[in-house]
C-alpha cells in the first residue's frame, strides 16, 4: 500500500463523505426533514464516521488511528441503525435498504483497513523518532 500523505486520499474518507451527502439529501425532505431530533441524530452519526476517520489520521499515531477508526466503524452501525428506523417510521422509501447495504460495506472496508494497520510496522510519524 502506497503511502497516504492526506486524509482526503483515504477511499474509507471518500467513502463516507459520500454517504454523508445521501444521508444529508435523504433528510432534506419530507417526514424525516420535519423530525427535528432525529434528522439532527441520523445527520450527526453519518457526518461522525468521515470525522473520526480525519481525526485519527491528523494524530499521526497508528495506535491512535485504530481508535478513531473504530470509533468510525461504530458510527457507520449508527447510522445503519438509524436508517432502518427511518424506514419503519415511513421516512424513508425501502429503496434505502441500498444505502443500509453501503454503510455495511464502509463498516467492512473499516475493519479491513483497521487489520491492515494492526499488521503494519508503521506506528506513524508521532513515534517515528522515539526508540522502542
Same mark, same amino acid.
Given at each position: 500500500m502506497?503511502?497516504?500523505?492526506?486524509?482526503?486520499?483515504?477511499?474509507?474518507w471518500q467513502t463516507a463523505r459520500s454517504l454523508c451527502s445521501k444521508v444529508f439529501h435523504l433528510t432534506e425532505t419530507g417526514p424525516?426533514?420535519?423530525d427535528y431530533k432525529f434528522k439532527e441524530q441520523i445527520r450527526a452519526s453519518s457526518g461522525s464516521v468521515m *470525522?473520526? !476517520?480525519? +481525526?485519527?489520521?491528523?494524530r499521526s499515531s497508528?495506535?491512535?488511528f485504530v481508535n478513531f477508526l473504530s470509533i468510525a466503524k461504530g458510527s457507520s452501525g449508527e447510522?445503519?441503525?438509524?436508517?432502518?428506523?427511518g424506514i419503519?417510521?415511513?421516512?424513508?422509501?425501502?429503496?434505502?435498504? *441500498?444505502? !443500509?447495504? +453501503?454503510y455495511a460495506d464502509?463498516?467492512?472496508?473499516?475493519?479491513?483497513?483497521?487489520?491492515?494497520l494492526n499488521q503494519s510496522e508503521i506506528?506513524?510519524?508521532k513515534f517515528r523518532d522515539r526508540s522502542v
Open positions: 502506497s503511502t497516504i500523505r492526506k486524509f482526503e486520499d483515504l477511499k474509507i424525516a426533514s420535519k *470525522d473520526n !476517520i480525519v +481525526e485519527g489520521f491528523e497508528q495506535f491512535e447510522t445503519r441503525s438509524q436508517l432502518y428506523r419503519d417510521q415511513n421516512y424513508f422509501p425501502s429503496e434505502t435498504v *441500498d444505502l !443500509i447495504k +453501503e464502509l463498516a467492512s472496508a473499516i475493519s479491513g483497513f483497521i487489520k491492515y506506528r506513524g510519524q
